[in-house]
C-alpha cells in the first residue's frame, strides 16, 4: 500500500468512523509525522482526524473553492485544510460549496436545532421563523401531509413578501 | 480571589456529592463561542488576539460570578507552575497555555464557572459540577450565555448555529461530559465492550485529563460528538440515557466482584490502601491507580472513616504543579515522589 500523500511505501494506518461512515488514512512515516499522527504513542486530538478528514475523506476543494480566499480573514481553503480550523466566521460563508458536505458528513444533519443569541433586532427574529416554517414544510412533505404543507408553503411566502 | 487561593480550598466538583457519585466524579457543559468577523484565535496575529480580548474582558469581568470574588487572569502574567496547577485543576486546557499573548482565563469563586479567552475559540465558557448533574450544568451555563450574548456580537446563523473555529463544533458549540469511575468493569474485563457500545452510539470516550490522554485509573471521560442538529436538551439527554445503562453495568459487576470474587477484591483495595499509607516514594501515575482502588474500596463500603471528598482531593493534589505549590518551589521528579508519599500518609492516616 502506498502513501495517500506521496505515494511511498505506507506504514501508518489510521481507520476513523464518524456517523457510521468510514475513512481512512494510509501514510508513509514522514508524512504521517507532519500530520502529527505518528508514533501512536502520542496523543492526538479531534483536529488531527478532523484534517484528515477534509483532506482526504470528503470535499477536495469542489467548484471555486480552491481559489477562495476569505475576504476578512484571507485564509484560503487549503490554508483551512493544514491546520483544520477557520479563520473566521465569515469562512463558513465563503468556503460554503465545500463546507456543507464537510458538515454534513461530521455531523448528520445541516440544521442547527439549538438555542440562538436572544437578538432583539427584527430582521433576526424574521430569519429564524422562516427556518422554522421552512423544516416543518419538509417534514409535512416528507410525511404526505399535503393540505399542512399548502398551508405551510402560503405562511411562507407571506413572511417573505413582508420582509 | 487569587491563585494562592485556589491552593487552600478543594474545587467545588471534587466534592464527592450529588447524584451517582459513587461512580460520576464531575459533570461538565462547554460552550464554544466567537465574536462576529473577529480572527479566530489559531490563524489571529498577536495584536489582533489583543484586540478580540479587549473586547470580551470588560463584558467577562462584569459577570456576576466572576465580579463577585471571582478570578480574572491574563496567561502571559502567570508562572508556568500556576498555569499548570490551572490545567490539573481542570479550569483551562494545556492549549491554552501553549501560547501567551492574548491569553486569559476567568474563574468563579468555587471553580465552577471558568472562562477561557482566544484557547481554539474566542470564549471557551465551562460549567463543572460534583456527581451526576448536566441538567444543572446546562442551567447555570445558559444562564451564563444569555447574559454574555446581551453584549457580545456572538458569531451565529440561523441555519448553522455558532459558528466555531473547529467545525466538529459548529451549532449548539456544546460539549457536554461526565467523568466515570468504572473500576469493576475494568476488573471483570467488560470495559472494552461497553467502551465500543458507548462509541457506537455516538459519544466519545476520553482519559483523566481530557483530549489526547490515556485512561488511567479506571477513569473515562464521556461526551457528545454531534454538536449540529440536535438542540442541547437532546444532546445531554441522550448521554443521560446512555450513562444511566453505564451505571447500572457497573453497579452490577460491582455485585458480581463481591458475591463472586470477593477475596481478590479485598486484597485490590486493602493492599492499595496499605500501599498509599505507607508509602515513602510514589509516582503520580501509581497513586492513581492505587487511589482507584481504594476509591471503590470505599464506595462499596469496605474503607470506612475516609471522606470521599479526601480521596478525590487526593487525585489533585498529588498532581506535579500543586506539589510544587504546596511546596512553594521547583522540585525534581524524585522529590516529588517523595513530597507525594508524605502528603498522602499525612492525608489518610
Not at chain 2, 464531575?26 to 489583543?50: G, H, Y
Not at chain 2, 446512555?242 to 452490577?252: D, M, R, T, W
Not at chain 2, 504543579?321 to 492525608?347: F, G, M, N, S
Request: hydrophobic residues 40%; aromatic residues 4%; charged residues 25%.
Amino acid at each position: 500500500m502506498k502513501c495517500q500523500l506521496c505515494g511511498k511505501p505506507a506504514t501508518v494506518h489510521l481507520t476513523e468512523i464518524i456517523n457510521d461512515q468510514m475513512t481512512e488514512l494510509h501514510l508513509c512515516e514522514a508524512c504521517a509525522k507532519k500530520k502529527g499522527i505518528a508514533g501512536m504513542g502520542q496523543p492526538f486530538g479531534l483536529q488531527d482526524l478532523l484534517a484528515g478528514l477534509v483532506d482526504f475523506g470528503a470535499p477536495a476543494a469542489s467548484g471555486n473553492t480552491k481559489v477562495l480566499k476569505c475576504e476578512n480573514c484571507k485564509m484560503t481553503y487549503d490554508d483551512f485544510r493544514k491546520i483544520g480550523r477557520l479563520g473566521c466566521s465569515q469562512c463558513y460563508e465563503t468556503f460554503k460549496e465545500s463546507l456543507v458536505p464537510l458538515l454534513k458528513k461530521v455531523h448528520g444533519s445541516l440544521q442547527h436545532l439549538g438555542k440562538g443569541p436572544q437578538r432583539d433586532d427584527e430582521g433576526f427574529q424574521v430569519k429564524k421563523k422562516l427556518q422554522n416554517l421552512h423544516l416543518k414544510l419538509q417534514k409535512a412533505i416528507q410525511n404526505e401531509a399535503f393540505e399542512e404543507a399548502a398551508k405551510l408553503r402560503d405562511k411562507i411566502k407571506k413572511l417573505e413578501k413582508e420582509s | 480571589m487569587t491563585l494562592d487561593d485556589l491552593l487552600k480550598q478543594t474545587s467545588g466538583w471534587l466534592k464527592g456529592t450529588g447524584p451517582h457519585s459513587d461512580i460520576v466524579i464531575s459533570s461538565r457543559v462547554r460552550l464554544a463561542r466567537n465574536i462576529e468577523k473577529m480572527i479566530f484565535p489559531d490563524w489571529a496575529t498577536d495584536p489582533q488576539l489583543e484586540s478580540t480580548l479587549a473586547i470580551i474582558e470588560p463584558v467577562v469581568r462584569e459577570v456576576d460570578e466572576i465580579k463577585n470574588k471571582g478570578l480574572f487572569l491574563a496567561i502571559k502574567d502567570a508562572t508556568n507552575v500556576e498555569k499548570q496547577l490551572m490545567v490539573e485543576r481542570h479550569l483551562i486546557s494545556r492549549e491554552l497555555i501553549a501560547k501567551k499573548e492574548g491569553r486569559a482565563v476567568a474563574i468563579n469563586s468555587d471553580e465552577s464557572v471558568s472562562i477561557m479567552i482566544n484557547e481554539e475559540d474566542h470564549m471557551r465558557i465551562q460549567v463543572l459540577l460534583p456527581g451526576f448533574a448536566l441538567e444543572e450544568c446546562w442551567n447555570k451555563i445558559e444562564n451564563i450565555d444569555n447574559r454574555l450574548e446581551k453584549k457580545l456580537n456572538i458569531a451565529f446563523s440561523v441555519k448553522l448555529g455558532y459558528l466555531t473555529a473547529c467545525p466538529t463544533n459548529t451549532g449548539t458549540g456544546m460539549r457536554a461530559s461526565a467523568m466515570l469511575h468504572l473500576p469493576a468493569l475494568v476488573m471483570t474485563k467488560q470495559i472494552n465492550r461497553v467502551v465500543q457500545a458507548i462509541v457506537k452510539l455516538g459519544l466519545t470516550v476520553r482519559g483523566l485529563f481530557g483530549e489526547g490522554t490515556e485512561a488511567t485509573g479506571n477513569f473515562f471521560q464521556i461526551s457528545n460528538q454531534v454538536s449540529l442538529g440536535r438542540s442541547e436538551h437532546e444532546i445531554i439527554d441522550n448521554i443521560t440515557r446512555i450513562l444511566n445503562q453505564v451505571f447500572e453495568y457497573e453497579q452490577n459487576a460491582r455485585q458480581v466482584l463481591k458475591t463472586k470474587d470477593k477475596s481478590n477484591l479485598e486484597d485490590q483495595v486493602w493492599r492499595a490502601y496499605g500501599i498509599l499509607k505507607n508509602a515513602h516514594i510514589i509516582s503520580s501515575v501509581e497513586t492513581i491507580k492505587l487511589l482507584s482502588n481504594v476509591r471503590l474500596g470505599f464506595d462499596m463500603g469496605l474503607i470506612k472513616g475516609l471522606a470521599r471528598e479526601t480521596i478525590n482531593e487526593l487525585f489533585i493534589l498529588t498532581q506535579p504543579a500543586h506539589l510544587q505549590k504546596l511546596e512553594a518551589k521547583a522540585l525534581t521528579a524524585h522529590q516529588r515522589d517523595v513530597k507525594r508519599a508524605q502528603l498522602i500518609r499525612e492525608k489518610i492516616k
